[in-house]
């Protein structure tokens, strides 16, 4: 406001200094003019005799005497003093013209000044009531712009509200039918397991079921006699049992007597340990002795043969304790295994 108000005071000033200088240059030029026209007159005068000959003639000068002259020069005197007058007269009119021009200029500069001065008092007051509107109108548009601002948070947190409780329902019936799930798979899982339990129960009453029979069948196995009906078979076989004894001893007891004749012709002969015939007699020794060995092993199975043929439990694999089959019997004697037995040793 002080910034305003300065400027409002220097603009009329400067502005009636501008009345003042445009005054002075009109009276300047209201001034010039005045000769300008007394100029023009003269010329106008001038320029009126044309014909050079009058002129010539006017122009020549009576001889006057002094009385005439002296009335001639009083006569210049008054033409002199009126024109002075005259000129008197013409600069008070241009000064009073210039005064009024200047007092019309002045009344004119002040009337404007008033009128730019209510111009301006009405332009600020319009202004005032265009910004006291202005602020109104902005006033009730930021209350506006609230009350919306508020209507949409209130709108936006019950949508959010409302999203919430629905995401809350939505994950409550998830949670809820997550529950029903799981009850529903642990009770088809305990359904399951009691169906396994019993499936496994039926399975390990006929697995032993199966093994009791098993064992019947085995211990029944055991103790089969497979060819206890067969006694002629049975005397068969003991028979070739007992030449096939009588012809083991008979082989042990040579094997023994030679090696014993071999120990007795080393001890009785000197050789010579660079010949190497001391030590193939000793290997020949230790292959008899060997195969004695061997002998006796198999009339001991022979004598364990005979003996299961005095109980008629001979002809009965060990292994699986099914029947041997009669041509096994007779081909080996003695034998204890049937076929598949002895090929899976």
């Known amino acids: ?22 005054i002075k240059a009109s009276a300047k030029k209201v001034t010039k003019k005045a000769p300008a026209k007394k100029a023009g007159a003269k010329k106008v005068a001038k320029k009126v005799p044309v014909k050079k000959s009058s002129v010539k003639k006017v122009a020549k000068k009576p001889v006057l005497s002094p009385t005439q002259k002296a009335a001639a020069a009083k006569k210049a005197k008054v033409l002199a003093a009126e024109k002075a007058k005259r000129e008197r ?14 007092q019309k200029s002045i009344d004119a500069a002040k009337s404007k000044k008033e009128r730019e001065a209510r111009a301006r008092a009405m332009a600020k007051e319009k202004a005032a009531l265009v910004k006291a509107k202005a602020i109104a109108a902005a006033k009730s548009k930021k209350e506006r712009d609230a009350r919306a601002k508020v209507a949409a948070k209130e709108r936006e947190a019950a949508r959010k509200a409302r999203e919430k409780a629905a995401v809350e329902a939505k994950k409550q019936r998830e949670i809820e039918a997550k529950r029903k799930a799981i009850e529903a798979e642990k009770l088809r899982k305990l359904r399951e397991i009691e169906r396994r339990d019993a499936e496994e129960r039926k399975r390990q009453e006929r697995r032993g079921a199966e093994e009791r029979k098993r064992l019947e069948a085995l211990e029944r196995k ?11 078979f049975l005397d068969e076989l003991r028979h070739l049992l007992l030449e096939t004894r009588t012809a083991t001893t008979t082989q042990i007891a040579v094997s023994e007597s030679e090696a014993n004749e071999m120990l007795v012709d080393r001890e009785r ?18 292959q008899l002795k060997e195969f004695a060995s061997a002998l006796r092993l198999k009339v001991d199975e022979i004598d364990v043969a005979l003996a299961r043929i005095d109980d008629g439990s001979y002809g009965r694999c060990d292994e699986c304790y099914e029947a041997i089959s009669q041509p096994r019997l007779r081909a080996q004697l003695p034998v204890f295994t049937c076929v598949s037995c002895r090929a899976s040793v």
């Open 269 to 286: 002969l000197e050789y010579d340990d660079e010949d190497g015939s001391s030590v193939a007699s000793d290997i020949q020794r230790d």
């Open 1 to 22: 406001m002080p910034s305003s108000a300065k400027t409002t005071k220097k603009s009329p000033t400067k502005k009636v200094v501008a009345r003042k200088s445009v």
């Open 222 to 232: 055991m103790h089969s006699k497979p060819y206890a009906d067969d006694t002629a």
């Open 89 to 102: 007269d013409a600069k008070a009119k241009a000064a009073e013209h210039k005064a009024l021009v200047r």
